[in-house]
């Protein structure tokens, strides 16, 4: 009789056959998009069928490129605030959700999640027409509960912009860190929270030395995964501001664009994504090498 181990096994063969697509589709959609980037990155291509190779000239001029680093900034900004605001909130409604006294919460997580399945144009508008000086809700409402004094131009102001189309961004995908955090926390056994109950720690000594800890993993994976995602944050500043006034809120997949298929230097646009990805790359090492604990 063949015992439970043997019936699992898995021929080589068969695992290959199952790793195959996944690495196919993988290799086309990613890798192979990578290596032609790079080597486009080596050249002086402008669009058409000549492509002189210039090694690494492009490179050089990147890193005397201010307005890079400027976009670079605008990106950090970015996602500091993310990492603050949106996973902060995201910690704090978890915790409320574990509530006993809190109701309809299903109602509320549907509600907190549902604009993450709007797409990230329509958001883009939304929030433009929210923020205009002539006829935008935040606006009106700072008139009528009579705080004409904190009415800005919110995406005209170049010391403001950034942080007006950061908002959007917290605010739509906020729902991701939620219900990420809410599985995360399902898995913990009730019987930790009975036991921390009756010693008397409860609310936020609760969430902070039991749910915080247990869950501090998963935390740390998404807050990962939002330093990349915010990295290539693109569609919603294009639409609010198309990265105005002048250049204050341009980010580093808009300026790559720009570079690309505007000016049409798809050479050195090429370059300007390689060093996102080495950007982006270094971010998340370091993010990961900071936040290890020792066991």
């Known amino acids: 009789m063949m015992n439970d181990s043997?019936?699992?096994?898995?021929?080589?063969?068969?695992?290959?056959?199952?790793?195959v697509p996944g690495l196919a589709v993988y290799t086309f959609v990613m890798i192979v998009p990578l290596v032609f980037s790079f080597y486009y990155s080596l050249t002086d291509w402008t669009g058409g069928p000549v492509k002189q190779f210039i090694g690494f000239d492009n490179y050089l001029q990147l890193v005397k490129d201010r307005l890079f680093w400027d976009s670079f900034k605008n990106n950090l900004t970015i996602m500091l605030l993310t990492l603050i605001i949106q996973m902060g909130l995201a910690f704090f409604l978890t915790t409320l959700f574990m509530?006993?006294?809190?109701?309809?919460?299903?109602?509320?997580?549907?509600?907190?999640?549902?604009?993450?399945?709007?797409?990230?144009?329509?958001?883009?508008?939304?929030?433009?027409?929210i923020y205009s000086r002539d006829y935008g809700i935040l606006n009106a409402v700072l008139t009528?509960?009579?705080?004409?004094?904190?009415?800005?131009?919110?995406?005209?102001?170049?010391?403001?912009?950034?942080?007006?189309?950061?908002?959007?961004?917290?605010?739509?995908?906020?729902?991701?860190?939620l219900i990420i955090f809410l599985s995360a926390v399902h898995g913990i056994p009730k019987e930790i929270?009975?036991?921390?109950?009756?010693?008397?720690?409860?609310?936020?000594?609760?969430?902070r030395y039991i749910t915080f800890p247990l869950i501090y993993d998963t935390i740390k994976v998404v807050m990962m995964l939002s330093i990349s995602s915010n990295m290539l944050v693109f569609s919603h500043?294009?639409?609010?501001?198309?990265?105005?006034?002048g250049t204050s809120?341009?980010?580093?997949?808009?300026?790559?664009?720009?570079?690309?298929?505007?000016?049409m230097q798809l050479g050195y646009g090429s370059a300007?994504?390689?060093?996102?990805?080495?950007?982006?790359?270094?971010?998340?090492?370091?993010?990961?090498?900071?936040?290890?604990?020792?066991?």
């Not at 997580?109 to 329509?122: D, E, G, M, N, Y």
């Not at 809120?249 to 000016?263: D, N, R």
């Not at 060093?275 to 900071?290: A, N, P």
Request: hydrophobic share 50%; charged share 15%.
């Open 249 to 263: 809120s341009m980010v580093l997949a808009q300026y790559a664009y720009k570079t690309s298929f505007t000016s």
């Open 144 to 177: 009528s509960v009579g705080l004409e004094s904190w009415i800005r131009p919110w995406l005209d102001d170049p010391g403001l912009v950034i942080y007006s189309v950061a908002v959007p961004l917290i605010w739509q995908y906020l729902g991701i860190p």
């Open 237 to 245: 500043i294009y639409v609010m501001t198309g990265g105005g006034p």
């Open 193 to 207: 929270y009975e036991t921390c109950e009756l010693d008397g720690c409860t609310g936020f000594k609760k969430a």
């Open 99 to 129: 509530s006993k006294l809190m109701r309809m919460k299903e109602f509320h997580r549907t509600v907190i999640f549902f604009p993450v399945v709007l797409s990230a144009v329509v958001v883009g508008f939304i929030w433009q027409m």
């Open 272 to 295: 300007v994504t390689m060093g996102m990805f080495v950007l982006s790359f270094g971010i998340v090492l370091i993010f990961k090498r900071l936040t290890e604990v020792r066991r």
């Open 6 to 19: 043997t019936a699992m096994k898995i021929k080589p063969v068969m695992l290959l056959a199952l790793l």
